[in-house]
């Protein structure tokens, strides 16, 4: 069979939204909603769309790539429903289809796998714009921190399954990242994030993992995954939720922000849940783990390469500190000279 989610080519990314429009309208027919109307959002782990009515009700329907198990999606909804009843947390639930079943199988083209559907309720909101205030960034920290909260208090059921991120999770990263990094990076600035990705897991083989700094986390918590409804962060999107620690998710948040924000966002955050001793040098750690596991990410999309260039003289200037053993996530990084040469061409850096 072949896998539903077939985009490495833009032929095949057309084909696979054909596919997708029709597994929407079936899967639409397994639930009791009146749609009046289906947007696309986005392709990307999951192929999205928001399904509205003639009533102020939305939804996000989701259909899953390959990559996701039932199991694990439908873990994902059981975490979700556990935090939804916290007072103090606004997150997407999931929606039951007719038959009582919360993930459904769809057919699709003959030869492709069925792909897994989900609806869930629309979480109102707009995404920031035009920087953040001081204000903003304080309560994402304390959202952040309600979150871990709320899921340190959750108690998974036996046959609960969802990845872990950590050291052998960083590690396929690199794999992945060694096949496409010369689009974007000298072979000089490769060895220096090769050497900055030993160090990562060197000093996650030393850390201690507590009821306090490990559990289940967002997984993928930068400020596109929030939204705003007036001053009060929401998180959305926790396709990628799993275990780590907790700092795994601050840093996702900390790589967009300026210095002074990282700070009001640890504020925000300490308002919560109070860090340990001597976070800063995990959190720098995990920094530098983000950073590049979004490198990775993107690097086979070749509509990413071109803001991948744009990003490398302060992603190599923040590789820079962390392998002089300096601190930076709190201060004014300069970013380091590179070279642009024509398109389709390697940079280089001095």
């Not at 199991?71 to 909804?77: H, K, N, V, Y």
Request: charged share 25%; proline share 3%; aromatic share 12%.
């Amino acid at each position: 069979m072949i896998d539903f989610f077939q985009n490495d080519t833009d032929e095949n990314r057309q084909s696979l939204l054909v596919r997708a429009r029709k597994v929407t309208l079936s899967a639409l027919l397994l639930y009791d909603v009146e749609w009046k109307s289906i947007r696309f959002i986005q392709l990307s782990d999951t192929i999205t769309y928001k399904v509205e009515t003639d009533t102020e009700t939305s939804y996000l329907l989701r259909i899953h790539s390959d990559r996701w198990s039932e199991a694990e999606i439908r873990s994902e909804l059981a975490l979700l429903q556990a935090l939804s009843k916290s007072e103090d947390l606004n997150v997407p639930e999931g929606l039951a289809s007719r038959n009582g079943s919360y993930v459904v199988e769809i057919d699709t083209e003959a030869g492709y796998r069925r792909p897994y559907v989900t609806m869930m309720k629309w979480i109102e909101g707009e995404h920031g714009s035009g920087g953040f205030t001081d204000n903003c960034v304080y309560n994402i920290g304390v959202m952040m921190g309600r979150l871990h909260e709320a899921a340190a208090r959750f108690v998974p059921p036996s046959d609960f399954a969802r990845p872990a991120w950590g050291a052998d999770s960083f590690s396929r990263e690199m794999v992945k990242l060694e096949q496409y990094y010369s689009c974007f990076l000298s072979e000089e600035a490769w060895g220096k994030y090769q050497k900055a990705a030993e160090k990562v897991l060197s000093e996650l083989a030393v850390m201690q993992q507590t009821e306090h700094n490990y559990g289940l986390v967002h997984g993928d918590l930068h400020t596109g995954n929030i939204v705003f409804s007036g001053d009060e962060p929401r998180p959305i999107d926790f396709g990628r939720c799993g275990y780590g620690y907790y700092l795994y998710d601050v840093a996702s948040t900390l790589l967009e922000l300026y210095p002074k924000h990282r700070w009001a966002l640890i504020q925000g955050y300490e308002s919560v849940r109070k860090l340990e001793a001597g976070y800063v040098r995990q959190l720098e750690c995990f920094f530098i783990m983000c950073m590049i596991g979004n490198y990775s990410h993107h690097s086979s999309d070749s509509r990413e390469t071109s803001g991948l260039i744009d990003e490398q003289p302060y992603a190599q200037a923040y590789i820079g500190q962390f392998l002089k053993g300096h601190s930076f996530l709190f201060d004014t990084i300069e970013p380091v000279e590179i070279d642009r040469s024509p398109i389709g061409g390697t940079t280089y850096e001095h």
